[in-house]
């Protein structure tokens, strides 16, 4: 029951909340009567309880960021007085609360996460767009491009995570360009008894891993959504079932159990995870949150661009992580302050890279972060990516794309008619 | 809800604490087995006792209700002083013990009870979910935030924000280093003699003061409200000031008509009205995203029982759904007796080791034992299929049939500990008299079971056995993280599989299809399978009254 469990929650957080917005209220109503009466030219001299609290904006961030943060909201607090209270929350847990708080008048003025909860804060209402202003140019254009829904920019990106082909140089010392190539060469590291298997990507046993597996099918030239005019993606344009995906499908077959064993429907992330670090593999495709452990193992390895199955570039989806102001935050104009004038400089987006080791958004940032060679690479294969869709049509995507490609994976149904069959349901769920 | 209610219930640590909390707090030594005189004589320890708990009690809730207060949230200001007011009635007053006991609990029960239940209530009649979330003004306020397009190509200002006569103006200076000066209601004016800073930034004009940055967020409603005209033209748009030091020209793509309650595109011309459903429609279908929150009535119980998604795989669904939870408990039950009964014996040595062990899986959260499960029954590298079965690939987990016996396997893991528990319990309460008899009397230990102990058992498991029963019935964590619900049906083109169960089935429903989670279909889904649950088990209970016969 888990609909209930997520209210009960979310009612006794916000009375939680509700009490310690009002001690800050009561407590900033104090400290602020001196500070009004020094201001009688101030039109609005009668100090309400939202304007004393607008001495605090409130952001929350999960324990993982939250240590970036303190030397920018120290210096915040500094020249403008106002306290950044960092309210350290469970990530899996910011963007429903996010949600269903905002209304109330309770959710917190800030959050940080990625791109791709943009659709659904706007269909909720609960995002407020943010204007980048001259800024806009010392950003990474993909940042920009994924933050933007309908036109308008939502939120300031710090980081862009991509995935990137990792390759064990003990077992095959040269790059490839072609899955054909990595292919060929995994066999015969297979063979020669060089590795175990010929090529690492984790399957999740529930729903596979259209993320990962996208770049295989982008360069067979099927892609997800259409593009509107203004370069956002267009959820009128369903374009996943059209014949360039049914070469996929073909192929995902192909590659499977039945098949070759290429992609293997039984080994999870964790597993990948483990073969590649036991040397068993030259292959594993996967993103820069796995290498520390690879470099930690002391695996030698490249990070080599994504190998191409057709014509078209293999294009990565990237994920942009940033941060997003509240529709209803009673402290708007000191939130967009912050935001657009101190978590958009470089030290703020150093001080992030160095907590979470995700290649920099702002360009000067990610200049000082290329100078390790496989955040270079992977920025490198980033900035060939499309954002992923972030419009709220794309959750009706995942479950059906997964689990097809996870049947096709283990060698079951037929590839023309089930991808079909799997479009026409995407397109129902879609119409609603 | 009912997996805590179950669980809450089924503890016997939960049991123990809810009878001994009244106790404390009426500050009555903790005898309740002996009987006394319903008016005795507080002791003065029982009496500081009931002074300090009672204190605390009121402290935190003079705290809770000042922070009610400043939040301006009345009508639960008003309920809780009218539960405050009848907490310390009931426990100042002479007498009136049965209060004093039940008050907690009750308590308890309509918080997290009866207000969670009337609140997926309401939800089953209303759209809320993704797209639906507040009110039609907040829907207003945001679709006119978000509509706000910077002109294109527009140049960025400087600003600064100045003070006369009780207004506010806002100071712009364009990249050429132009100056004007305006608010909403005063024209853009050119001002050749402003003041700049280092930056070359204007930022102090004669006759105006200039606001600092606590001024400004101080009244920063006022200033992010001001809208300076461009032009007389409005297709150039205003220019306004998000953070008080930047100025941007913006138009909105979308201008709401207040009287005729529409949205209106600016480009295109198109009229979006209230298409009823909690959004603005154009003529075409279109809709605006944002929506808000409306009653729908019966329509998500309709959208329940004519649901392509749920009608075809449900009543597959539904026999599995039973079978799973009926041959959970039957075989929790029964490996949980037959191992309580083996070590109840007195002469076992190491008893207490073994039932610690026994009451490991217990420990663990069920979602977790889930994952950790569903990898050891993975096919290639799952320590069973490889370290058991010598390298076999069984698909454990992916083949229909296989796949709802490993479920069944891992819920009696998950599950026998807790019979266990109660059925040691159970067995120590009994009377050996009445074995010893037995035996007298010449009857075999079988016999003893099936005729004198497996009754008396009964008596007191019979009701938790039906918990149980409802708590499988709804058992999300263990479907939903070792199969998910999968394999999936071959003859259905929906995410249903072979070991979905009603809840799972729900869930997928409610927040797996469409673009969004839908609460209302949700509630309205969990309601109806409350109505199963209750049913059943009213029957159920109905029925172990004939049991609490061999008592008499």
Known sequence: MKVQNTLTT???????????????????????????????????????????????ITMWVDAERSPALKDITAKFKAETGIDVKLVVKDFAAVRDDFITQVPTGKGPDLIVGPHDWVGKFVQNGVIAPVELGDKTDSFQESSVKAMTFNGSVYGVPYAIENIALLRNTAIVPDAASTFDEVVANGKKAVADGKAKFPFLVGMDPKQGDPYHLYPLQASMGSQIFGVTADGGY????????????????????????????????????????????????????????????????????????????????????????????????????????????????????????????RPPALKSSFEKAASDPVVAAFGKIGATGVPMPAIPEMSAVWADWGATELALIKGQGNPAADWAKMAASIKAKIAG | MTDTELRQAGTPAAAKGTATAPDGAAGRPARPVKRRRRFGPDTTKGTVAKIVLLGLVDALAVYVLMMLFL????????????????????????????????????LFLLVFQVFVVMFSGYIAFTNYGDGHNSTKNDAIAAIQLTAQKRVPDSP????????????????????????????????????????????????AVDGYRTLNFQEIVANQQSILAIMVPVS????????????????????????????????????????????????????????????????????????????????????????????????????????????AMTFN??????????????????????????????????????????????????????????????????NLWLGFPYMFLVCTGALQSLPTELDEAARMDGAGPWRVFRSIKLPLLLVSIAPLLISSFAFNFNNFNVIFMLTGGGPRFADTDRDIGATDILITLVYKVAFGQGTGRDYGLASALAIIIFIIVATVSAISFKQTKALEDVNS
């Not at chain 2, 200076?173 to 004016?189: F, H, M, Q």
């Open chain 2, 71 to 106: 939040s301006e949230s009345w009508g639960a200001l008003a309920v809780s002083s009218a539960v405050v007011l009848a907490i310390n009635w009931i426990y100042l007053r002479k007498g009136g013990l049965p209060a004093k006991y039940l008050a907690p609990g009750v």
């Open chain 1, 10 to 56: 979310g009612t006794s957080r916000r009375v939680f909340t509700a009490g310690a917005i009002s001690v800050v209220a009561a407590l900033a109503l104090s400290a602020c009567g001196g500070a009004a009466a020094t201001a009688p030219a101030t039109a609005t001299a009668k100090p309400d309880l939202k304007a004393s609290g607008a001495s605090t």
């Open chain 1, 234 to 357: 267009d959820p009128k344009q369903l374009l996943i079932g059209d014949a360039a995906g049914v070469e996929f499908a073909k192929k995902l077959a192909a590659w499977g159990d039945a098949g070759e064993k290429i992609i293997n429907s039984n080994i999870t992330g964790d597993i990948a995870k483990e073969k590649f670090l036991a040397g068993e593999s030259p292959y594993y495709l996967t993103g820069p949150w796995n290498v520390p452990d690879v470099q930690k193992k002391g695996i030698k390895f490249a990070v080599d661009a994504l190998p191409t199955t057709g014509d078209k570039p293999a294009q990565p989806f990237i994920g942009v992580n940033g941060f997003f102001i509240s529709a209803k935050s009673a402290n708007a104009l000191a939130t967009n302050e912050f935001v657009t004038n101190y978590l958009t400089s470089e030290a703020a987006q150093d001080s992030m890279y160095k907590a979470g080791g």
């Open chain 2, 232 to 339: 007389d033209d409005p297709a150039d748009g205003t220019l306004r000031t998000a953070d008080g030091s930047n100025a941007y020209q913006f138009k909105p793509a979308l201008t709401y008509d207040d009287a005729a309650d529409t949205f209106t595109d600016t480009e295109t011309g198109t009229v979006y009205q209230d298409n009823g459903k909690g959004a603005f429609a154009a003529s075409n279908g279109d809709t605006l995203t944002t929506g808000w929150k409306i009653d729908v009535g019966m329509e998500n119980f309709v959208r329940a029982f004519t649901d392509p998604s749920l009608r075809g795989p449900l009543l597959g669904v539904i026999l599995w759904t039973f079978t799973f939870a009926i041959a959970s408990v039957a075989l929790t039950f029964a490996m949980g007796l037959s191992l």
């Open chain 2, 156 to 203: 960025a200002y400087k600003a600064a924000v100045l003070a006369k006569d009780n207004s506010f103006y806002l100071l712009f200076t364009d990249p050429d280093g132009k100056v004007s000066l305006g608010n909403t209601e005063t024209p853009l004016e050119e001002i050749s003699d402003a003041g700049t800073d280092s930056t070359g930034k204007a930022n």
């Open chain 2, 345 to 410: 014996r007195e002469d076992l040595r190491g008893k207490k080791i073994y039932r610690i062990l026994m009451i490991l899986p217990y420990a663990f959260p069920a979602f977790l034992s889930g994952l950790v499960w569903s990898g050891i029954l993975n096919p290639q590298f799952g320590w069973l299929n490889q370290t058991l079965l010598g390298g076999a690939t069984i698909g454990w987990l992916t083949d229909p049939i296989l796949a709802k016996i490993s479920v069944l396997v891992v």
